[in-house]
């Protein structure tokens, strides 16, 4: 089983940063793809940040430019870096990693609990 932790939430001021770190725990042997996504209140969770096995990244229009995506493979982790936020940033952030564990060889999706991003004007 893989376990995922979210954290480096929190209230900013718009035009402010944050980074999100995702850390991923448990018999794992390798992340391979990892995302970031948000949902705001009464909307349908959105990606915002994807990075492939390759290190390869896509981001949603309304954050290009401003956040960054990246991973570290050696300490299970993915981060996303914010810049510039924006009051319409305002939303619960969740990693989403395509995980393979070891013993039994596993590969399947896992979500995290969430972190709160409050950006105010």
């Known amino acids: 089983q893989v376990q995922l932790v979210e954290s480096g939430g929190g209230l900013v001021q718009a035009g402010g940063s944050l980074t999100l770190s995702c850390v991923a725990s448990?018999?794992?042997?390798?992340?391979?793809?990892a995302g970031w996504y948000r949902q705001a209140p009464g909307k349908q969770r959105e990606l915002v940040a994807h990075i492939s096995d390759g290190a390869g990244k896509r981001y949603a229009d309304s954050v290009k430019g401003r956040f960054t995506i990246s991973r570290d493979n050696a300490k299970n982790t993915v981060y996303l870096l914010m810049n510039d936020l924006r009051p319409e940033d305002t939303a619960d952030y969740y990693c989403?990693?395509?995980?393979?564990?070891?013993?039994?060889?596993?590969?399947?999706?896992?979500w995290g609990q969430g972190t709160q991003v409050t950006v105010s004007s």
């Open positions: 448990g018999n794992i042997l390798s992340i391979n793809t």
């Open positions: 989403n990693v395509d995980a393979s564990t070891r013993s039994p060889w596993t590969r399947d999706f896992y």
